[in-house]
């Protein structure tokens, strides 16, 4: 217990030192217990800044680019947040210590499920679930205030754009595998569009359709 509570501080230091402001962001961080979203074999590393292996050949982002993409994507309290690649729920859980609402939307089921366990065992009611493919968006949920995509679309996916907001921001990577994606600030005006890169990053692929390997 000492190490960890030692450990998870030395992350917070770390992040400010990484220029992370927002306390509301870093109080979701502190309020969440990364520990409980990755795989056993990495528990001793749940504190370090760095992104970890899940199931499925996936990734648990690093924790910086969690609180920057967070922070970048200014939520208030009131706001409707759609999340694409649920993964193992961390990033979905710090969203709903911010906002009213979290949509979420994963391609593996099996990821999904354990993600929905994780969010019921933290008490975290405020996170709404689909399996599906989130290139797609949730239409039946659209308009939304803001929109995070964890996966790095190769172009930025039209119909995501479409379900954004009047005034609504998304956050997303963009770029091919092989390279580094600039993470790209999406903000809406009307029916104007402006675009900004923010900094890069390395994630992985957003990909269409659902997995039928799944269980
Ligand atoms: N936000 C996650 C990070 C997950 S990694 C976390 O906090 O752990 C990216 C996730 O996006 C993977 O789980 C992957 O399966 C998922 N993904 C990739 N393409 C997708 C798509 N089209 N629709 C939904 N999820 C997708």
Not at 97 to 110: A, D, P, S
Request: charged share 25%.
């Amino acid at each position: 217990m000492m190490v960890e509570t030692k450990t998870k501080s030395h992350l917070f230091t770390e992040l400010q030192k990484q220029g992370i402001r927002d306390e509301k962001v870093l109080e979701a961080m502190d309020a969440i217990p990364r520990e409980k979203f990755i795989l056993p074999a990495f528990k001793d590393k749940a504190y370090a800044n760095a992104a970890l292996p899940i199931e499925k050949g996936q990734t648990i982002s690093q924790p910086y680019i969690v609180a920057f993409m967070t922070e970048q994507l200014k939520i208030t309290q009131k706001m409707k947040v759609l999340e694409i690649g649920t993964g193992s729920g961390y990033q979905a859980a710090i969203l709903s210590k911010l906002c009213r609402r979290v949509f979420t939307v994963e391609r593996h089921l099996q990821l999904l499920k354990a993600a929905e366990e994780r969010f019921k065992k933290l008490h975290l009611y405020n996170i709404t679930t689909l399996f599906g493919d989130g290139m797609r968006g949730w239409a039946e949920q659209a308009p939304f205030e803001r929109i995070m995509v964890t996966a790095a679309a190769e172009s930025i996916p039209e119909k995501l754009v479409d379900q954004l907001e009047h005034n609504g921001v998304m956050i997303l990577p963009v770029g091919r595998q092989t390279g580094v994606q600039p993470l790209v600030r999406i903000t809406r005006t009307n029916n104007h569009f402006e675009e900004e890169e923010l900094i890069p990053t390395r994630f992985v692929p957003l990909l269409p359709g659902i997995d039928h390997n799944g269980d």
